[in-house]
Structure formats: C-alpha cells, structure tokens
C-alpha cells in the first residue's frame, strides 16, 4: 500500500473515531454509568465488529450491494431500528443519575459494541463504500487488509478512549440528576440522529 493512499485512509478513520456517532455515544454512556474500564467493554467489541465489516469490504460486499440494493436496504432499515432502540435504552431504559453502579457482565457490555457496530448503517457506508476504493486488487491482499484493519482499529480505539475519559471525568464532577437526565437524553438522540443520516 502506498503511504499516500494509507495516509488519506488514515485521515478519514481518524476523523470517523472523533466524530459523535453511536458508537462513540454507547461508549460515553457506559463510561459514565459504569466508569472507564467497564465501558472499554464496548469499545473492543465496536473493533471487533470492524474486524466483520474490513472482511466483508475485502471480500467484495460492496460489489453485493450494488448487485442486490434491495437485500442492503433492508440490512440498512433493521441496523437503523437497533440503533434507535439502543437509543430508547440509553434515555429511558436506566435510572437517570450519575452515581456509578455495578456494570452488568462485560461479556453483555462487548455483545452491544458488536451488534451496534454490525448493525451501524454508517459502517455499511465507510466499510462497503469507501474501504474497497483503498484496495488495489493487483497487490497482495492480505497485506493490505491487515494494514487497514490494524489503522481502522487504532483510529476508532484512539477515538474511543478519548470519549470514555472524558465522560469518566465527567461523571466524577457532575453529580446531578438534571445533568443526567438531559445528558442521557441528548445522547441518545445524537445517536438516533447520526443512524438517520445513513437514510439518504
């Protein structure tokens, strides 16, 4: 891969890391509620799904959804409906307050990073419509994908983390249920909001 293409892909993930999407707003909410570790959970579980989507992007998914727009656009409507109801969970579905309590297993926590991140309509954008355009199909694959795989999860862990220890921090100061309520609130529809984009 040349340092050029890698550097544009660089640039791209890492902006995609920084910027508020489900992801990083499942991962804000877990570290606030449960604290920084217990939210790292998540987080290795929104790489984990990546490690799906780089695979199923070298593997030609883009070129399915091309062949079959039907099929991706009923995988895109149902990735749409988890987030929302992940969303509804993250308002609604626990006490709203700052006081930390006792996270549920972390093999729950992981299992909510994975399915968000399989079923993140934005992911389907960047992993089977930007990421093949990276690929140059007359050098070694593998090579490539374990390039990009290694780049898409340190961008996104990179980005993650800062989240995490920022509402860990946050969380440490604020103890306020109003806080809480409106910061719960407006969370989840930053990330209701930022699934809806994936509609156009």
């Given at each position: 891969?040349?340092?050029g293409?890698w550097?544009?892909f ?15 707003m499942?991962v804000?909410t ?25 695979t ?8 399915l ?10 995988l895109?409507?149902?990735?749409i409906a988890?987030?929302?109801f ?10 709203v ?31 089977g419509?930007?990421m ?6 007359e050098?070694?694959?593998?090579t490539?994908v ?11 862990m ?26 719960f609130?407006?969370?989840?529809l ?11």
């Amino acid at each position: 891969m040349e340092l050029g293409v890698w550097l544009a892909f660089f640039t791209m993930f890492l902006a995609g890391g920084l910027t508020p999407g489900p992801a990083v707003m499942l991962v804000t909410t877990s570290s606030i509620r449960y604290g920084f570790w217990a939210s790292m959970a998540p987080a290795i579980g929104i790489c984990a799904g990546n490690v799906i989507w780089v695979t199923l992007a070298a593997s030609g998914a883009s070129a399915l959804a091309h062949a079959f727009p039907a099929a991706f656009l009923v995988l895109k409507i149902a990735g749409i409906a988890f987030i929302l109801f992940l969303a509804w969970k993250t308002a609604f579905g626990e006490p709203v307050d700052l006081l930390r309590r006792e996270p549920p297993p972390k093999a729950k926590l992981l299992a909510h990073g994975v399915g968000l991140q399989l079923a993140n309509p934005n992911a389907l954008v960047y992993f089977g419509g930007l990421m093949p355009a990276y690929i140059d199909a007359e050098k070694d694959l593998a090579t490539q994908v374990a390039i990009l795989l290694a780049t898409v999860t340190l961008t996104e862990m990179f980005g993650l983390t800062i989240y995490a220890v920022g509402a860990d921090a946050l969380a440490r100061r604020f103890q306020s249920k109003t806080f809480a309520h409106w910061f719960f609130r407006i969370a989840a529809l930053t990330m209701a909001a930022s699934a809806s984009f994936a509609v156009y």
